[in-house]
């Protein structure tokens, strides 16, 4: 493993995807900070802007485009560091991979800002968007396949330099995280190209709801632990040696990884408890399934709480909590990620009651589940990419964190947990209360339920202002970091495994025995309703209400 | 593979813990019948105004102090509006959409559920305590989604 900066055209890949990534976070912060101003009711959209058209602007930027591409280019500079420089077909597939994504998000959000497509970003039929939307979200996932089968191939050739060696686990991470979503994505690719896209060009009249709905929600969940594996990578293995510790077991490190890649597909049903057509048998089965992907997450909380005891004992920590003192406060590429994994533990408890069964019926499409994905992916998942930014664009640029930029990354990480706390937690009461997500400003003709909402709403809308600070300062340092701060050498930094660490077995890295298990799983949880849906579900025609 | 002792405890209190969870639920959605709204009856989305029941959207009295009340949402309403029943009546609600899909929400009460073109859903809920309460759509369906809404007043018997 080499310790200088990356071989420059994989540099540039990487910061390739990481720009589109954050011009993607600006725009949709923007669309972010008008909803939350539209839905206090302090501010009415000029120019015929509709608030549902941002929303879906927001959805589609910041859930789909931020992630993917940030995750991509880090994924990529993650392999280049640990497995080498990528072979030239890596590096092909990649550019392929980058220019497919970037033409596709450029259709899809020329269509959101026409008009044409204000479905939000979870498309479901009936409302009927432009096809053109649909090939824009299409070339998105295709352009993700080919960078992923890039990866792969890098990964095989290490694997075949250095036979019975297991692969570095950065790398393993890597391809777990895009094993995952190639098996995630082909749910969504299947409704889009066999049922949106002829659907929408009127080849067909009618679409089955229900069956797109599914297959949408297949995709959709394990679509978040391929935001969350990322943000998992950076805890196991670059903040222990940020905070001078080891990894506490690599062994386990990648079996957890292994459990989401089986436990986090199988699960979609979780996010359609309260719908028809479904028996409760299978909702129930799959809500099962989505419990056993809390254990992996145990298992990381574990081992980033030993790492982090173990390091402070070894720096010469006493007492039951003495090490928490001798953790680096002041770094910020340890502090934004470290209040991501302390955010993810309400964050990940409201996740466990909204798949709880008939408890979903409390929540169900409230503000409460704004509240919960904002605290997950926009807190846990984009701290942690900040935190990554913070020496991944200096590495990349051969420039320095400067002490005054890490400060500034400190009060920002702070401004985006209060702001937060504000948003996040008004929308997680209020939506107690019963107010819906996704709805527009309105008292409903002024019923005494709805006016009882409106100063949380308030609330939401401060809380929405200090983030959009907080976005601007992190685009600040970004840049700064790109292309102004002082020439040097930022480091890659990489874990290594503690020396009491068991050895790793081989079998961890077989995959055709998980991918096999992946797929027996999945044909348990979805064959049988699955057949049912397109036996019997009606299908619909298309209608556009915007 | 190796787990450290404390490891080991981490992760059975916590698997207990889900089994424990998952068992509450389990027996409350199987042995008592509180199953989320899971209804399998379909019908044609497009022939909603004459298939029965929804040809004929509204409150119907079924027995002592219970009802069936049968709702047709579309965009951007629910049929029928404004609705009137006494305190401690017992409600078999069964709705349908005629277009996109909608969300019906009775606010402050657990009644929830995804209202999809083609299916039919429906739950029972006892409204105990009189008072004006709100159905809304949380399932967003169209520019005119957050008008969406309609009013159960809960008489005092």
Redesign the interface.
Known sequence: MKNTALHPNDGKLALAHIAVGYIALFLGAIAGLLQAFVRSGTLELPAGI?Y?QL?TAHGVLLALVFTTFFIIGFLYASMSRTTGDLTPFAKKAAWIGFWLMTIGTAITTVMILLNKA?V?YTF????KASPWFYIGLTLVVVGSWVSGAGMFSQYAVWKKKNEGKPSPLLSFMAVATMILWIIATLGVAVTVLFQFIPWSFGLVDKIN??LS?TLFWYFGHPLVYFWLLPAYMCWYVIIPKIIGGKIF?D??AR?AFVLFVLFSIPVGFHH?????????FW??LQ??LT?MV??PS??TA?ALF?TFEISGREKGASGLFGWVKKLPWTDVRFFAPFMGMLVFIPGGAGG?INA???????V???LWVTGHFHLTVATTVALTFFGISYWLVPHLTGRTLTPRLNKLGIIQTVFWCIGMFLMSGAMHTVGL??A???????T??D????LEWMSYQTIMAVGGAILFVAILMILYIIINLAVAAPKGTEEFPVGEVHEDA?KT?LLLENWKIWIGLSVVLIVIAYTVPVIDIIE??????G?K?? | MHLHRLEKVWLLIGIGTLVMFLTIVGISAFAQGHHPPSDLTTLDPQKVDTTEPFNQPGLKKIGDNEYELVIVSQAFAFMPNDIKIPEGAKVHIIVTSKDVVHGLEIVGTNVNMMVTPGHVNSLTHTFHKPGSYLIICNEYCGTGHQMMSTKIEVTKA
């Open positions: 509709g549902y929303l204000t939000l479901y039929a009936p409302l709801v229900l709905r077991s062994s386990l079996l359609q408890i309260l719908e028809s057509g479904i028996t409760p909702k129930f809500i099962v419990f809390i254990v145990l298992m574990f030993a466990i709880s069964n008939q408890m979903n019926q409390v169900h499409n409230t209360f019963g819906p997500r996704r709805t527009a400003y309105t409903y003709g019923h005494p339920q709805a068991e077995p019997n579900a009606p299908s619909s025609p209608f209400f915007w």
